[in-house]
């Protein structure tokens, strides 16, 4: 089984609508991370987590809200998508000296 | 913050040739430099790191190399093979402080049989 799972793999949805990504993970990891990823513009932050009761914004969190609901799992919601959302998604857990990182499959979104 | 530059964005080698993909950064706290690899419809995996007290670290077809003063890392892939064909991702980043963990904005390889 991977170590990293997220749900849906691929999802399309209409402007306004709101979108809920869903991220698992056994590794037993403390600190998850949600990134976005756009066609030449690599990896960027959105959301990270260092345990259940810390959250911190990354460097696009503007239109995303996220939930850790246990140390296994790592929601990124979109209260009202746009167009402009449209991207891959990815998340991630690392150890704890941020070394080991294992991301998972992505969830590519496309927003009308 | 960190500004990690990646270079070049698309390289294309024949088969059993060399690849060589380059990285710049800007923070001098960075000390921690990992490599991923990511095949279409997968997650980026890492595929090789290495931290600044070494110059250069090797892994079997796979190296890395860092020169601090620089400023600057590569990725070298020798007898490259088809299933080296994939997107490829630098980072930087500053052991234990996480906000720093910047990624370059990948390389295409497409190593052609």
């Known amino acids: 089984d991977a170590d990293v799972t997220q749900t849906p793999r691929n999802r399309i949805t209409k402007t306004g609508k709101r979108i809920m990504l869903e991220c698992s993970q056994t590794?037993?990891?403390?600190?998850m991370y949600w990134y976005r990823q756009d066609p030449g513009l690599g990896l960027r932050l959105i959301y990270y987590?260092?345990?259940?009761?810390?959250?911190n914004k990354g460097e696009i969190s503007d239109g995303y809200s996220v939930s850790r609901q246990a140390q296994a799992k790592f929601s990124l919601s979109l209260e009202s998508a746009i167009p402009n959302q449209t991207a891959l998604y990815f998340c991630a857990t690392s150890d704890l000296v941020g070394t080991g990182w294992f991301f998972g499959p992505g969830t590519r979104l496309t927003v009308l | 913050g960190e500004n990690v530059e990646q270079h070049p964005s698309t390289l294309s080698v024949q088969e059993g040739d060399s690849a060589v993909i380059k990285c710049t950064y800007s923070?001098?706290?960075?000390?921690?430099f990992p490599w991923y690899k990511q095949e279409l419809g997968k997650g980026p995996q890492l595929i090789i790191d290495?931290?600044?007290?070494?110059g250069e670290k090797k892994d079997q077809r796979i190296a890395v190399t860092l020169n601090k003063t620089a400023k600057h890392f590569s990725l070298h892939i020798t007898e490259t093979q088809p299933e080296d064909s994939a997107v490829y991702f630098c980072a930087a980043s500053p052991i234990y402080n996480f906000n720093k963990f910047y990624f370059g904005s990948g390389t295409k390889l497409n190593v052609k049989p």
């Open positions: 923070d001098s706290a960075s000390n921690y």
């Open positions: 987590s260092f345990d259940v009761k810390d959250i």
């Open positions: 290495i931290r600044s007290n070494v």
């Open positions: 590794k037993g990891h403390d600190r």
